[in-house]
């Protein structure tokens, strides 16, 4: 969907089940265009595709990237972005850590970031720039010599010189978001800087960065590291990062009495990592692996007592604060007054709420295609209220 200053916005389909292209397409043809009809019938529509190793490799088959482009320009359709985090499953089985492999340590995530800015190039309409979103580097836990950051800083290099021949080729614009997350690799504005800081001084004088890679900002992430969105964004900015794209997300905020602590129980779950960052009185956060791992502490009494619980938990951007919940929105408000005040910072948006299956049921009380219309419908409203819409 575009709107004013050259934006556009999607739903990111990792929402959907299915590794297969085929099943990707089949998705596509059902849901994606069931919340077309609801939300933009009658205008150009936006597509935020997921292809994870498999799914790719299925699409760059010339039949079936020529049928993709066919059936898009059938229906008025049009990619602009695609999520290349996770690799391989990420429904229905044990996904957290293992969305982070392979990372940026190893040639196989090269491989296929590469391959998905091929598909990207060719998907791509005139005068449209093209993202992919990418692992943070790795997560933590598996980082364990410097050997292994100055090989990874190498495959994204690598990867910057493959956007620069696909550039050079198509005159399309196009470029890679690093994605922070909780514990991983990345997971501040202030790591995100010192990274790109030791990227450039790798190649000293190499302007290709700064048109190539950048930071995909996800709402719900930088939210969890208690940061304030204009600092965090100013910060990004003033160093001279690409702001390839912004997840609009949100994620779980609640005060962890013993109430709460009970409650939480709904929310955890066999497939995704829950980190939860804790502040204390004071200002001092704690972090926790997964939720699990939060519910498992005692209680903290006073002084030391937790203020608030941030979990990585994205929820309906439209999910009001009911009871004991509540959510990061202010984060996202604080990014589009951002986008307002920044115009032409960055031109991707896209909602990204993929924890459909595993919500507790009080929060999917309609289909998920009726959650995704009501996502938009509230996007919508405040892109409107930035003046950010047509």
């Known amino acids: 969907m575009k709107l004013q200053h050259g934006l556009h916005l999607a739903y990111c389909t990792n929402i959907h089940r299915g590794e297969s292209w085929e099943k990707t397409f089949q998705n596509l043809k059902t ?4 919340v077309r009809r609801k939300v933009a019938p009658d205008q150009p529509y936006a597509i ?63 491989a296929y970031t590469n391959l998905l800015f091929d598909i990207l190039v060719e998907l791509l309409p005139e005068g449209v720039e093209g993202s992919v979103s990418t692992v943070p580097v790795s997560y933590k836990e598996f980082i364990t010599s410097d050997r292994q950051v100055k090989e ?29 997350e909780p514990m991983c690799y990345l997971e501040t504005s202030t790591e995100a800087t010192k990274f790109f800081e030791q990227m450039r001084h790798d190649r000293k004088g190499d302007l290709r960065i700064d048109e190539h890679l950048g930071i995909n900002y996800d709402c719900c992430h930088l939210a969890i590291q208690y940061e304030n969105p204009s600092e965090a964004l100013g910060r990004l900015v003033s160093h001279k990062i690409k702001i390839s794209k912004i997840h609009l997300s949100s994620a779980l905020k609640v005060n962890p009495t013993m109430e709460v602590r009970k409650a939480l129980q709904s929310f955890t779950d066999e497939v995704y990592f829950h980190q939860v960052i804790e502040r204390r009185v004071g200002g001092e956060l704690v972090r926790y692996r997964d ?34 919940y509540d959510s990061t929105v202010d984060h996202l408000i604080g990014t589009l007054d951002f986008l307002k005040s920044h115009p032409g910072i960055c031109s991707h948006l896209e909602m990204e709420t993929y924890t459909w ?13 009726d959650q995704l219309v009501d996502e938009y ?3 919508l409203e405040q892109l409107s209220r930035h003046g950010l819409m047509d």
């Open 31 to 34: 849901h994606t265009m069931a």
């Open 48 to 110: 935020g595709l997921r292809l994870g190793e498999e799914a790719a490799r299925d699409l760059s088959q010339p039949a079936n990237l020529n049928g993709f482009k066919a059936w898009l320009e059938q229906n008025d359709c049009y990619v602009f972005t695609i999520n290349g985090f996770p690799y391989g499953k990420f429904h229905g089985t044990r996904v957290k850590e293992d969305v982070y492999r392979p990372d940026w340590t190893t040639p196989e995530r090269l």
């Open 152 to 180: 990874a800083r190498k495959n994204i290099w690598k990867c910057i010189e493959h956007l620069e021949h696909l550039t050079a080729r198509t005159g399309k614009k196009l470029h890679l978001g690093l994605e922070p």
């Open 291 to 324: 939720l699990p791992d939060a519910l498992a502490t005692e209680p903290i009494h006073a002084p030391h007592l937790p203020e608030e619980w941030r979990i990585h938990f994205h929820i309906p951007l439209h999910h009001l604060p009911v009871g004991l």
């Open 357 to 369: 299956e595993v919500m507790p049921d009080s929060m999917k009380q309609r289909n998920v295609v």
């Open 377 to 379: 419908h509230w996007t």
